[in-house]
């Protein structure tokens, strides 16, 4: 850092520190002091705002003591500076001569200046310099002087010049705007001098926070600041400081407005600034910059240098000082706000930190790193991995790699074959590259560019040209992350495994002397053999030389003879001597030879005697260490467990988490299984056992056992594991399977021809002959101890188990064989091809589920395959594909997708049923073939037991690799079936829980992708579903006509009673224009409310009135009244100046003063009311945005605004729902509560709020946004946080912005101009953001291209499209060019003719089509599903920009190196056509099957045929019943259908007002209806028999329909039986007279008595107290909320109601009966103290299901605790302690009374309570009731 730098330079120069910019030395200890003491003086000023006019004079004279000593220190140079002044011109170090002239030329210039200056100390030179009335500072004051008056001049001369971006800018937009240097000169001078007045106005991140928390909480910003004048006085001060000589420079950065990012360098004028502070330096210090001798240039570079320090000096110093001034401020803020308010208002750090970053907002959380080469770089061996592997998990684009492309050329013969075959290898291989390196280029563009995936989908279509890999950005960045944690895990595993094996080999060192010392005596006793053999062949041939020249010696005698008497040489003499001659020559080189080697040896024998020696010496001196490091070495069996070559190399090829985390684990275990060795030895030598982090509990047996050298005792009898891992690895992999001659790192020194050791493959043969042998002779040797059992629960100690020896060793090969990686790996493959899911009900599902219950068809799945929830294997899957064409590949895919999706959405559905405990669901191999038809009644699980589970195919791969080779032979059975007990252990305790487990996980992990996957779609519906489009705009097409901004009016028909409906109307920006009320009670046709509303709606004449469906069926009604008031309406207003055949003069004349104020309108007015969902509307009602928008208005008011905003853009509204943000800061909270997808509550929240906002960018992506209209109205700015490089903080602090610079934008240019956004957030929101015509932007010319998709990179900063439209026109090469005003003009006028020729021509296209299609089909033409982009073929297109060639015009910019840019070129032409057409279809009405759930709130799940409900009969007719049931819904009961018998009239039957329980026959959803029966033969179907809606979920091919079928008569049989003994028990007998009615009949009697009532319900029990409890908590957590009644045991008249708060506490509650039929029966009203209920239904409905939401609310309490009541006092008392200046309080449950909660709080010491009731209508305190607990 500079920081540092400085701080290096300051040691370095003799501990020179800074004061006002200036380098002092420490020469006189007194000035030091002086010096600090006037520091701590500034400091003390800084903080205490002290202005005081002498400190300024000592500070100025100062000041100008320390230039005095800076010239001073300039002219005597130091080596220190010289070495630095040479550095940094790059010259090396001066000579020794160099350095004498340097030294003389400075003496001579300080006596140059002492002369000059004339001054002997510090006082005469201040009072010379400064105070002399003649001196040079009375005249460098005034040219400063002047030079303040220029500056000022000037800048007031050039205020009005508009500000421009900088330097920056030119890479973004070429504009010509004239003379930079001047503008940005005023402008810099402008903003100087702005600064100087307040300097507020661009200070940073904390100012424009605290201006924006003054304008949202409203508070006084002058008063909340406290002395924000004096901050400013401050920083002015500040700047005088730092400005010496009066200029001013405060230069300034280009920067975000309010977000304080540097975007570019300082300007040239900057640059000229700073060099004219240098030149007035220079003159006050006299120095020379002409000097041409070498000691002048030292002097500058030196002034140079100490200019640079002074630089960072001030630097750091003015950003200290901003750094306090920002702290101050924010804790301000912290002080005068709620925690809450500022993470809902982004007024926290984590919020600075976002803006001030230019960069998209959503990358701030996403800090994967980049593995690609940097550019300029070749794609590396990484990158092109990374992408495979993220191709490989993106089924889509999977499919795309490995399928070839559809060829159209293909007939029907040829499509039969396979596609393969027709595509060439090279053309596939470019296919496969281009679609790896779409990959590979959209994380450079995330990475490196911080460009967001909606923008590369729509911007980089010619780079990434994969349309797979365009459609799964997203995906591709959460597998980039995925990629970097899995490589992580891998770098990881392999630490843990170098560092396991040199604990490993350092245990073997250090047991190694004995065997080092054997090692060593063998080897020196065959060196020195091998030296005693040298020298013996030394002797030897010596004497062979000594025989030689001893004869040569006897042959020179005799020739010397010869010679004495005269005879001549023999020449056989001659050939003898030269043979020895040549012996001896060769003797003497073997000789040579031999000697060398004998110093060889006897080297190597003297370095191994002392070898020998040390190590002797060694081992005995620690003979007790090196047997504990043996004795370690033999437990722990490094060789049996792991070879560290062969696990490097298997991680270095694994790409899968789970695969590198099974090598993590194991090498875990080991590590485990080694420290527990250690640490047995260490407390045996008396030292302290290692200390580790807390380790499993579930591995302290295996621990103990290895400790105890059990490891190494098995491992002499089976294999290792990671050799029985690769065994099982090859066999699975290979065509030969595997090799026994397969080498490992190191194996291949046993081996012959580099091939390993057979015997290494196969288990170790024991010579003695049964393993009870063996195990004796190991326990009499003392090696082998019986260890006590691994499970708590075996209470058999005479268990034959428990007194085999082998138990302990078996137990530690099966652990360690089912962790090795290997095993697990494949053993889990096999485990997934064959594992099943089965499900069966609990004892509470047996008895809700039925045919009609929503789990139905869940409860009794049999033996369903689990990979039918996991996408296809790929061999399977090509094996499947194989032969097949494109199209038949394709549809193979879609149906595997399908069966996938279906799959994976019933085990969510399975999990919702097992939370609400009325299924259970096991994972488990298949089970063998015993089948029992009752087997869901079984009390044990059958596949919970691994006995009746289905293991051979796990158990023959296993003993294929871990037997001996040659099977059982008669002397290894006993030990194959020890390796069989091994092997199943390992399966049974170990592999099969913990696959179970893991698959369970996958299962959940899978469904829930795919869950959110299925919310998302329903989202994105939502989000892409267009404004609604009136009636009378139907028969244009929208593409002509688009819909517009119409005024609408949206109703909110109450469904309270109580409460009262409301109509607003809105006007075309969506706000509120008036309303009007229609109480409760009063009717909307009555004539009085009927003139009101048409009133209403002459004055707001909307387009449409839309009605939500929130009302229910009355919405339906108040529609059709609402649309005969709106005729009315529309004929008064169409006909206002028409006077009525009845109406005489004067009323007219009336009635046309009435409408002389309303706007005089030619176009009649054309209205249609309509309804509309107003889901979202009524979460707007209810929400905070509600309560801040609307204050105190109604709630039904406001669900009529958001109905019509919500008709006018859902979009907007559901973009406004994401708005808000819950305490915890996370956005998107509101959309949890829309019923988006039935099983979104068991979808993680994290995860899908990450899709949900995915999904709301891509939307708005596609639609954009109005950045003005945005940035305006609050339930439009919500759509701004989802554009490409924006969020919620910078969206909020550009709209800030933007309303302060005047609430408009007039073009995309002025963002950057502006400072509105940084580069990099620019390029990528800009081309999504509008530039729409507004009142505000009527007087501006507006560039017609800023309101279309086109980036400003195709017409500003490339003037392509203008080319296009000049070339189109054919204008010339000089209309389209740069240059002036006059040319720009010229080119917009050109850009606006040719987007009119293009609509024209989309005008006469469609005409040309509707004609055409009249003429062939007659008037039947689609005028809404015409679309230009597909109706129309390429050829029929004949506007002007079709004419040219825009291929030819793409390679051309592409041969001249700028790129690829076709897809823009193409956009341009679409976008001339239809700029910025919405892609979103109208609204459609609602109807069928959605019509009548939205009013009804039934299902198919709820309502269908075969269902029992209950209603009140509300009218006889000649045709049957009209019946009211629950909900309000009509239905009908036909004559036919009211009793078995035949029927004349209906009154025979049933009586008006009665309530009757019928069977649901049909449900006629067109009309609202539904048909009932009271025959007892539809009674008696049994449930299943009924037809099932096409609409559920179809029934899964493994459901046991027997089963269910079985249960469904069990149960009917139950029923029968049960009401049979109940008819029964209530006869009456026939006794006197007076006991019988006038008619002669039997009356009904009561007697009295407590007795069992005869009700069916399903939440009634004939039981006692005790059993519904036990009941009740037995459910567990799937029973919270629920209610059960049974007999009260004290009364005959009464009812128990037994309501379950929490596990374990039950409220009961009394229910009294009234009128009653007969002791048996259920009183006909159910009264709880004075509120009165007329059946069970109606009391859980009233009084249950409030008092749960009730619990609900109190559950999810930030204040809530679920603890004791005394925990909770303790809690408050320490809270209290911690912070006795605060009031503590909670609420938890009240202990002593079920349904209480107690708030307890303290105020002094002593904690405190209160009792709170639950009550269905709030919370009770007292005598009085809350709404809500806040309340």
């Known amino acids: ?765 024991v010579t003695t002959s049964s393993p009870t042998d063996f195990a004796s002779d190991k326990v009499g040797s003392g090696e082998l101890v019986l260890l006590s059992s691994t499970q708590g629960n075996e209470a058999e100690l005479e268990h034959p188990e428990l007194k085999d020896p082998l138990r302990g060793c078996r137990y530690v090969a099966a652990m360690e064989l089912a962790y090795e990686p290997r095993i697990r790996r494949h053993m889990r493959t096999i485990f997934k091809a064959h594992a099943v899911m089965s499900t069966r009900p609990t004892s509470k599902g047996m008895n809700n589920i039925d045919a009609f219950h929503e789990y139905y068809g869940f409860h009794l799945i049999r033996s369903k395959p689990i990979k039918d929830h996991f996408p296809m294997d790929e061999n399977e899957s090509e094996n499947k594909k194989f032969g097949l064409s494109y199209s038949e590949r394709k549809e193979v895919d879609e149906e595997m997708n399908r069966r996938e999706r279906l799959s994976c959405l019933q085990f969510l559905s399975i999990l919702k049923a097992e939370r609400a405990g009325e299924i259970t669901v096991s994972v488990h191999m298949p089970l063998l073939e015993n089948f029992n038809p009752l087997w869901y009644k079984e009390e044990e699980d059958a596949s919970r037991s691994r006995e009746a589970q289905d293991l051979n195919p796990m158990m023959e791969k296993l003993e294929r690799v871990y037997l001996p080779p040659d099977g059982d032979m008669d002397e290894s059975n006993e030990w194959n079936e020890e390796r069989r007990k091994i092997l199943r252990l390992a399966l049974t305790n170990f592999l099969l829980p913990q696959f179970e487990a893991e698959c369970r996980r996958d299962l959940r992990e899978a469904s829930t992708k795919i869950g959110i996957a299925a919310a998302a779609e329903n989202l994105r519906t939502m989000a892409m579903e267009g404004p609604y489009r009136p009636s009378h705009l139907l028969g244009e097409n929208r593409f002509l006509v688009p819909t517009g901004d119409l005024p609408i009016v949206g109703v909110c028909c109450a469904s309270d009673p109580k409460e009262a409906t409301y109509l607003a109307s809105t006007t075309e920006q969506g706000e509120l224009g008036d309303h009007i009320a229609i109480p409760s009670g009063t009717r909307i046709d009555d004539p009085k409310m009927s003139e009101k509303v048409i009133t209403f709606l002459i004055q707001a004449r909307p387009s449409v009135v839309v009605v939500g469906t929130g009302g229910g069926l009355a919405s339906r009604l108040l529609t059709r009244k609402l649309g005969d008031l709106v005729t009315q309406a529309t004929e008064r207003w169409n006909n206002r100046f028409v006077q009525a055949q009845d109406e005489d003069d004067e009323d007219f004349e009336t009635r046309i003063r009435d409408y002389a104020h309303e706007d005089d309108d030619e176009e009649p007015w054309k209205c249609n009311v309509d309804l509309v969902e107003d889901n979202v509307a009524q979460l707007f009602g209810r929400s905070v945005r509600g309560k801040k928008e609307f204050v105190d208005m109604a709630v039904n008011l406001k669900c009529a605004i958001a109905t019509a905003r919500h008709a006018k853009n859902p979009l907007s509204e559901l973009a406004y729902t994401w708005s808000v943000a819950s305490d915890a800061g996370v956005f998107g909270t509101e959309l949890l509560f829309l019923n988006i997808h039935p099983l979104q509550q068991l979808l993680p929240k994290p995860l899908l709020l990450r899709q949900y906002e995915r999904v709301l960018c891509n939307a708005v992506a596609e639609v954009g946004v109005d950045i003005n209209a945005a940035c305006t109205y609050d339930h439009i700015h919500g759509m701004l946080s989802f554009v490409p490089g924006l969020g919620p903080r910078k969206a909020a602090s550009l709209k800030q912005t933007i309303i302060r610079i005047g609430g408009v934008v007039a073009s995309r240019r002025a963002l950057l101009q502006k400072r509105l956004m940084g580069p990099i957030v620019y390029n990528n929101a800009v081309a999504f953001l509008r530039i729409r015509e507004t009142d505000q932007l009527a007087n501006q010319l507006l560039h017609p291209l800023d309101d279309t998709r086109l980036h400003p990179d195709v017409y500003h900063r490339n003037n392509w499209a203008v080319k296009i439209a000049v070339d189109a026109l054919e204008l010339g090469d000089g209309a389209g060019g740069e240059g002036g005003s006059d040319k720009e003009s010229i080119a917009i006028t050109a850009l606006r003719d040719v987007m009119q020729d293009s609509h024209d021509q989309v005008k006469r296209l469609f005409d040309a089509t509707k004609a055409e299609w009249e003429i062939a089909y007659g008037p039947s033409f689609n005028v809404s599903a015409w679309d230009p982009r597909v109706s129309v073929p390429t050829d029929s297109w004949r506007d002007k920009v079709e004419e040219l060639d825009l291929e030819t015009f793409a390679k051309m910019i592409e041969q001249s190196g700028l790129g690829k840019w076709l897809s823009h070129l193409i956009m341009i032409k679409w976008e001339f056509r239809l700029p910025f057409e919405d892609p979103r279809k109208p609204m459609e009405p609602l109807s069928g099957e959605r019509l009548f759930r939205l009013l009804t709130g039934e299902t198919d799940q709820s309502l269908c045929p075969g269902k029992e409900v209950t209603g009140k009969v509300v009218r006889n007719g000649d045709f049957g019943s009209r019946i009211k049931i629950e909900g309000e819904i009509p239905a009908f009961v036909p004559l036919r259908n009211l009793s078995d018998e035949n029927v004349e009239s209906a009154d025979d039957f049933v009586t008006v007002g009665s309530v009757v329980t019928a069977v649901v026959t049909e449900v006629k959803k067109d009309h609202m209806c539904v048909d009932l029966s009271l025959r007892m033969e539809d009674f008696r179907k049994l449930p299943s028999a009924w037809e099932r809606p096409q609409s559920l979920p179809a029934l899964d091919m493994n459901f046991d329909r027997a089963a269910a079928m079985r249960i469904e008569k069990e149960k009917s049989d139950k029923r029968e039986k049960h009401l049979e003994s109940l008819q029964l028990s209530t006869r009456t007998k026939i006794g006197d007279d007076d006991q019988k009615d006038s008619d002669g009949s039997q009356p009904r009697r009561r007697t009295g008595r407590v007795t069992r009532r005869a009700c069916a319900h399903p939440a009634f029990r004939n039981a006692k107290n005790d059993e519904v409890n036990k009941e009740l908590r037995d459910g567990g957590e799937g029973m919270v909320g629920e209610a059960l009644l049974r007999p009260s045991s004290d009364q005959n008249d009464a009812l128990a109601l037994h309501w379950m708060l929490k596990p374990g506490c039950i409220k009961i509650i009394r229910v009294e009966e009234e009128d009653k039929d007969t002791d048996a029966s259920i009183g006909n009203v159910l009264k709880i103290k004075n509120e009165a209920y007329g059946s069970i239904d109606e009391l859980l409905g009233r009084y249950i299901a409030p008092l749960n939401d009730r619990l609900e609310e109190v559950n999810h309490h930030r204040k809530f605790l679920d603890m004791l009541e005394d925990d909770l006092d303790q809690k408050l008392k320490d809270m209290k302690k911690a912070n006795p200046a605060g009031i503590h309080y909670f609420v938890c449950w009240n202990e002593e009374h079920p349904g209480y909660i107690s708030l307890r709080f303290i105020m002094s010491n002593t904690p405190r309570h209160h009792n709170i009731a639950l009550h269905p209508e709030g919370f009770m305190w007292g005598h009085t009731n809350f709404p809500s607990l806040d309340h």
């Open 1 to 765: 850092d500079d920081d540092d730098e400085e701080d290096d330079d300051d040691d370095e120069n003799n501990k020179d520190y800074i004061r006002d910019g200036f380098v002092v030395d420490e020469d006189d200890e007194e000035e030091v002091a002086r010096k600090k003491k006037r520091t701590d003086e500034l400091e003390d000023s800084d903080e205490d705002d002290d202005d005081d006019d002498d400190d300024d004079d000592d500070e100025a004279s100062q000041k100008k003591k320390s230039r005095i000593r800076r010239l001073k220190d300039t002219d005597l140079l130091d080596d220190d500076d010289l070495i630095l002044i040479n550095e940094a011109r790059g010259e090396e170090a001066l000579s020794q001569e160099r350095v004498a002239a340097r030294e003389a030329a400075a003496q001579a210039a300080e006596r140059k200046k002492q002369a000059s200056i004339m001054a002997q100390n510090e006082d005469e030179l201040r009072k010379g310099l400064f105070h002399a009335s003649d001196s040079e500072g009375d005249d460098e004051e005034k040219a400063i002087t002047r030079k303040k008056e220029k500056l000022a001049a000037r800048v007031r001369a050039t205020a009005g010049t508009d500000q421009f971006d900088d330097d920056a800018m030119d890479d973004f937009i070429d504009d010509d705007i004239g003379d930079q240097d001047d503008i940005h000169a005023s402008d810099r001078a402008t903003r100087r001098i702005n600064t100087s007045g307040n300097d507020n106005a661009d200070r940073g991140v904390s100012e424009a926070q605290l201006a924006e928390a003054s304008d949202i909480f409203g508070t006084d910003y002058l008063e909340f600041m406290g002395g924000q004048q004096d901050t400013h006085a401050d920083e002015e001060d500040e700047y005088d400081e730092f400005d010496d000589f009066g200029d001013g420079k405060k230069r300034k950065k280009f920067k975000e407005r309010g977000v304080g990012v540097d975007l570019t360098l300082d300007s040239d004028d900057a640059e000229s600034d700073e060099e004219s502070d240098d030149d007035d330096d220079d003159e006050l210090f006299g120095s020379d910059v002409d000097e041409a001798d070498g000691d002048g240039r030292q002097r500058v570079e030196a002034l140079k240098l100490r200019r640079e320090k002074r630089k960072l000096a001030k630097a750091e110093k003015k950003r200290q000082a901003m750094l306090k001034k920002t702290e101050r401020r924010k804790a301000k803020l912290r002080r005068a706000f709620e925690p809450v308010q500022l993470v809902e208002n982004f007024c926290t750090d984590r919020d600075d930190e976002i803006r001030m970053k230019d960069a998209p907002e959503r990358f701030h959380e996403w800090t994967t790193p980049f593995h690609g080469a940097q550019p300029g770089e070749d794609v590396g061996d990484e990158e092109e991995e990374q992408a495979t592997w993220i191709m490989g998990r993106i089924p889509e684009i999977a499919s795309e790699f490995f399928s070839p492309p559809p060829k159209p050329s293909v007939t029907d013969v040829t499509d039969a074959m396979d596609m393969s075959e027709q595509e060439s290898p090279e053309a596939m291989e470019a296919r496969q590259s281009a679609i790896l390196n779409s990959i590979m280029q959209a994380l450079r563009f995330m990475h490196k560019e911080q460009l967001e995936p909606e923008f590369i989908r729509k911007y980089r279509v010619d780079v990434v040209t994969s349309l797979a890999v365009r459609n799964n950005l997203h995906r591709i960045m959460d597998e980039d992350a995925e990629w970097e944690r899995m490589t992580k895990t891998r770098s990881k595993t392999e630490v843990l495994l170098g560092k396991v094996t040199t604990e490993a080999e350092g245990q073997e060192a250090m047991g190694a002397e004995e065997q080092n010392i054997i090692r060593l005596s063998g080897e020196l006793q065959d060196a020195q053999g091998r030296l005693d053999e040298s020298l013996k062949e030394e002797e030897r041939i010596k004497g062979e030389i000594d025989g030689i020249d001893s004869t040569a010696t006897k042959g020179d005698d005799d020739d010397d003879d010869d010679e004495l008497f005269g005879k001549d040489d023999d020449e056989e003499d001659d050939a003898a001597k030269e043979a020895k001659s040549a012996q001896k020559l060769n003797l003497e080189s073997h000789l040579k030879t031999i000697q060398i080697l004998i110093q060889e040896r006897a080297e190597r024998v003297a370095g191994l005697a002392t070898s020998l020696k040390a190590s002797q010496a060694i081992n005995a001196t620690s003979l007790i260490s090196q047997s504990a490091a043996i004795q370690t070495t033999k437990k722990i069996c490094y060789s049996n467990l792991w070879n560290s070559g062969d696990y490097r190399q298997y991680l270095s090829s694994l790409t899968d988490h789970r695969h590198i985390m099974d090598v993590y684990g194991y090498l875990n275990l080991l590590k485990e299984g080694n420290n527990s060795i250690l640490n047995k030895n260490a407390l045996q030598n008396g030292e302290s056992e290692r200390k580790k982090r807390s380790r499993r509990f579930d591995r302290d047996y295996y621990r103990t056992c290895v400790s105890e050298g059990l490891r190494g005792i098995c491992y002499q009898f089976v294999l290792a594991p990671f050799r029985a891992g690769i065994k099982l690895e090859d066999n699975m992999t290979l065509a030969n399977g595997f090799s026994y001659e397969r080498a490992l790192p190191g194996d291949n020194s046993d081996g012959e021809n580099g091939l390993s050791d057979p015997r290494r493959w196969i288990p170790p043969v």
